[in-house]
């Protein structure tokens, strides 16, 4: 089994930052692509960064210049850190990882979601 575990959101004012964290942990083998996505109410669920195991990432348009995805490998944790926050950015973020399991199978998992509200 495999579990990916979100933490870190919360309520900021805008303008403010915050910092996500996403580890797996289980029956992992290896990791590919470890990402965040959100989901507004209302809206469809989007991608807002990504980060392969090479280090290569990409961002949404919307959050370019404003947040930052980071790894630890060794720890299989994906970060965001999220600055200049904007109401706009208030949604669920839901961490999701591409894993090769010890079932020697490449399965996507997402975590349960983490509330971000950017308010004041």
């Known amino acids: 089994q495999v579990q990916v575990v979100e933490s870190g959101g919360g309520l900021v004012q805008p303008g403010g930052s915050l910092r996500l964290s996403c580890a797996a942990s289980g029956s992992i083998v290896s990791i590919n692509t470890m990402g965040w996505y959100r989901q507004a109410p209302g809206k469809e669920r989007e991608l807002v960064a990504r980060?392969?195991?090479?280090?290569?990432?990409n961002y949404a348009d919307s959050v370019k210049g404003r947040f930052t995805i980071s790894r630890d490998n060794a720890k299989n944790t994906v970060y965001l850190q999220m600055n200049s926050l904007k109401p706009d950015d208030t949604a669920v973020y839901y961490c999701?990882?591409?894993?090769?399991?010890?079932?020697?199978?490449?399965?996507?998992?997402w975590g349960q979601g983490t509330q971000v509200t950017v308010s004041s």
């Open positions: 980060t392969t195991s090479g280090g290569s990432t």
């Open positions: 999701n990882a591409d894993i090769f399991t010890r079932a020697l199978r490449w399965n996507d998992y």
